[in-house]
């Protein structure tokens, strides 16, 4: 499949079966996803695999920081999750460009994912920024935390896929020009 036919048959699931890629076959994927662009070269980036009862210990990260005691369900929706975070390294590259970075590791393993036959969504929320939650995953000085892949096994594919076509000409405009130019 090329990276165009790719790109064009991506799509978020949000439900998804108990299957999960194994950690040697994340391993694979995610030394492909490095491979974007990056300023530099900081690898301003990192990735935090959990599963099994690191879901639960996320889950009530997510509750303290609601305000609520017990176990928020929502890392309960996928067997595997991706943590992705953002790790500020230079002072010389705006933090902007470095975040930016890590985004596009995880939009190119979401894709990778997908190609590689698992349903993926990104999900993100308030959480991201809370306290008990960047505890739960250990994050240091100057690392932010994105958001997480949802991946597991895709549900049954006989539902037609909705097409969603973006129209390319909407977002694609010339530089714009002074009379005197």
């Keep these: 499949m090329s990276a165009l036919e790719a790109m064009r048959a991506r799509r978020s699931l ?6 999960a890629p194994t950690h ?17 070269e900081l690898k301003p980036w ?8 690191d879901r639960l ?15 928020n369900s929502k890392p309960l929706r996928a067997p595997l999750l991706i943590a992705v975070v953002a790790r500020v390294k230079s002072k010389a590259i705006p933090a902007w460009e470095q975040e930016a970075t890590a985004a596009g590791v995880a939009h190119a393993l979401s894709l990778l994912l997908d190609e590689a036959g698992w349903g993926v969504i990104w999900r993100t929320g308030d959480w991201t920024r809370a306290k008990a ?14 958001g997480w892949l949802y991946v597991g096994g ?10 969603k076509v973006v129209d390319g ?13």
């Excluded at 949000?14 to 299957?19: A, K, P």
């Excluded at 990192?46 to 009862?53: A, F, K, N, T, Y």
Aim: proline share 4%.
């Design 14 to 19: 949000s439900q998804v079966t108990d299957e």
């Design 46 to 53: 990192r990735l935090i695999e959990l599963r099994g009862d």
């Design 169 to 181: 000409e909407r977002f694609l405009s010339a530089m714009p020009r002074k009379k005197n130019d």
């Design 24 to 40: 040697e076959q994340l391993v694979e994927l995610v030394s492909a996803a490095g491979r974007v662009a990056d300023h530099k």
């Design 154 to 163: 895709r549900p049954d594919r006989s539902r037609p896929v909705r097409g």
């Design 57 to 71: 210990v996320l889950g009530r990260a997510i509750a303290k920081a609601q305000g609520d005691k017990g176990v």
């Design 133 to 146: 939650v960047s505890k739960a995953h250990g994050l240091k000085k100057g690392e932010v935390l994105l």
